[in-house]
């Protein structure tokens, strides 16, 4: 059973639009919920998430956590074409035992 | 400087065959990482290293195998490649997870 799962698997949107994207979770442990973002080549940090409620913000991205609810979103506002990438949530148990990652979501924005 | 540089890029190689790829990190971090890629895009965790403790997923076939010469290096080492062994692998380095993981560029392996 995957632990981390995200929604939708893809999304194809226009240029200004805003975008949500899921994600849930059901571990036992919960420590930390992280998104990146996968371009070409390797991910890149996002956020990390500890705590419900708090809203992580960078520019046109940010993203809560529901830590009663299990799910996490990311948003993104006034899409631009270089937003178009694979976002990837991960969650984080016990101390120091890997990431688990969701199978991502292919966000592509077309001008 | 790349923070965590994984060679080779590439790989094409025969079934059958053993080969390693490296990765190094220059960060100071103390846990490293092997993640496989699929095609889909869906990362699995391989391994997980600290200078204390080995950390494998029992789902991984026994012909995978890490090496850590020291704290700055993981590498992976895969004996009798198969066809299905085809995927981008990515090491990754943490200290902690207070900022995420540093992945490197991946290694795109191709089993023919």
């Known amino acids: 059973e995957d632990k981390v799962v995200q929604s939708p698997l893809s999304l194809v949107v226009h240029e200004g639009d805003t975008v949500t994207l899921n994600c849930s979770y059901e571990?036992?442990?919960?420590?930390?919920l992280l998104w990146y973002k996968q371009e070409k080549k390797a991910p890149t940090f996002l956020f990390m998430l500890?705590?419900?409620?708090i809203e992580k913000k960078s520019g046109r991205l940010s993203s809560i956590l529901d830590k009663k609810e299990l799910f996490s979103i990311l948003n993104i506002t006034a899409t631009q074409t270089g937003d178009s990438a694979v976002y990837l949530c991960?969650?984080?148990?016990?101390?120091?035992?890997?990431?688990?990652f969701g199978k991502g979501t292919r966000l592509s924005v077309i001008a | 400087d790349t923070a965590v540089s994984q060679t080779p890029k590439y790989l094409v190689t025969q079934m059958g065959n053993d080969k390693s790829i490296k990765c190094e990190q220059n960060?100071?971090?103390?846990?490293m990482y092997w993640y496989k890629q699929d095609s889909k895009k869906f990362l699995k965790i391989m391994f997980s290293?600290?200078?204390?403790?080995?950390?494998i997923n029992e789902t991984v076939p026994n012909r995978f195998s890490p090496k850590s010469p020291d704290k700055a290096h993981l590498n992976l080492h895969i004996n009798s490649l198969e066809l299905g062994d085809s995927a981008v692998y990515f090491c990754?380095?943490?200290?902690?997870?207070?900022?995420?993981?540093?992945f490197g560029s991946g290694t795109r392996l191709t089993v023919v």
């Open positions: 990754a380095s943490s200290r902690g997870t207070v900022y995420g993981y540093t």
């Open positions: 571990v036992t442990n919960f420590r930390s």
């Open positions: 500890t705590s419900s409620g």
């Open positions: 991960a969650v984080e148990e016990l101390r120091n035992t890997p990431l688990v």
């Open positions: 960060l100071g971090h103390d846990t």
């Open positions: 290293y600290n200078n204390k403790e080995l950390i």
